[in-house]
């Protein structure tokens, strides 16, 4: 780390790491695979692991690499919840709209 905090590949890296072992092999594999896709889905949630502290995003045009996307699809419900609860993000999905 250096004097103005990490860098984003510091965060990105702790990030995944912290997610991949909330991971079961099946979901690795699956997060693997999403990670060679051009793009997701209008609307589609997912995690930018790079910026966890932004919650849960919805796929709008252009979004964030997908080598740093954690889509939602590509694991078990039970396992989205848990790596929401463990970064106490908001789920997009629960959230009312304005």
Do not use: C
């Not at 045009?61 to 939602?72: C, S």
């Amino acid at each position: 780390m250096n004097s103005t905090g990490p860098s984003s590949l510091e965060i990105y890296s702790r990030n995944l790491g912290a997610v991949l072992g909330l991971l079961s092999d099946d979901e690795v594999a699956n997060v693997s695979t999403a990670e060679t896709a051009t793009a997701l889905a209008h609307g589609e949630e997912f995690l930018d692991l790079q910026s966890l502290d932004q919650g849960v995003k919805r796929a709008r045009g252009t979004i964030a690499a997908m080598g740093r996307v954690l889509p939602r699809k590509a694991v078990h419900e039970t396992t989205w919840t848990r790596i929401l609860a463990e970064f106490r993000l908001e789920d997009a999905a629960r959230t009312p709209r304005p």
